[in-house]
């Protein structure tokens, strides 16, 4: 079956729910299992990982959707969005573990042929950005899963070279790279190779930039929206 296909008719299967827990997802920088503030500055590139510990079910996706937000509003260094200030090309979404760190965190998905949707939206009446990345592939029945092997689900590499401190140039620089961004899983579930979705247990929940004392109180504003797999299945009908 082409994975194009199996992604539209997965995509079609009904909700359910589900007694059983399986692993914990957590968020944070450079690594797997790496600090969670940073402090970003120009010119740097930093990635925020998704990884998850305990998972002992077999799966055939997953999803993951991030809230992003800073006391007053996301500044220009961090509008990653189509028409923010850095544009969608200074942001990457990745599904599979990049090298650095395959060997201790390896692809959740193993080493099947997958199809994601990711996105990375900004909402002006919030001032909030809102990432996801679904994952779609075939049901891994048959491949060993290891509970105590943590699996890397995704990240967002941010590219700051054109970043600033302060305000920025319009048309030539981002400012606002120095200020404080709470990053906060807002949504994580996977599904069972029935067609199930699991919420995942959320470990670490938020990873915050520029602010290691959390003074913007990470994660504690309302969050975004967050859509599930029986609402993303509308935009394929």
Not at 31 to 52: E, F, L, Q
Not at 86 to 105: D, E
């Amino acid at each position: 079956m082409k994975v194009t296909r199996f992604l539209v008719s997965l995509l079609f299967i009904g909700v359910a729910s589900n007694a059983f827990a399986a692993g914990s997802v957590s968020v944070n920088w450079d690594t797997c299992v790496g600090p969670i503030d940073k402090a970003v500055a120009p010119g740097s590139i930093v990635a925020a990982n998704m990884s998850v510990l305990g998972q002992d079910q077999p799966h055939q996706a997953y999803q993951v959707q991030l809230s992003f937000g800073s006391p007053g509003g996301l500044k220009d260094a961090w509008r990653f969005d189509p028409a923010g200030c850095q544009g969608s090309s200074f942001i990457t979404i990745n599904h599979l573990a990049p090298a650095a760190i395959s060997k201790v965190c390896p692809t959740f998905q193993g080493s099947f042929a997958s199809v994601q949707v990711k996105d990375y939206a900004y909402d002006a009446l919030t001032g909030k950005a809102r990432l996801a990345l679904y994952n779609a592939y075939p049901p891994n029945n048959s491949v060993q899963i290891l509970p105590a092997v943590r699996y890397f689900l995704g990240n967002a590499v941010f590219d700051h070279t054109f970043s600033v401190v302060g305000a920025g140039a319009p048309g030539e620089t981002c400012g606002g790279v120095e200020s404080a961004v709470c990053i906060h899983i807002i949504s994580a579930t996977w599904l069972t190779p029935a067609g199930e979705e699991i919420p995942w247990a959320i470990s670490n929940e938020f990873v915050t930039a520029n602010d290691p004392q959390n003074t913007s109180r990470c994660p504690g504003a309302t969050p975004a929206t967050t859509t599930t797999w029986g609402s993303l299945k509308n935009q394929y009908r």
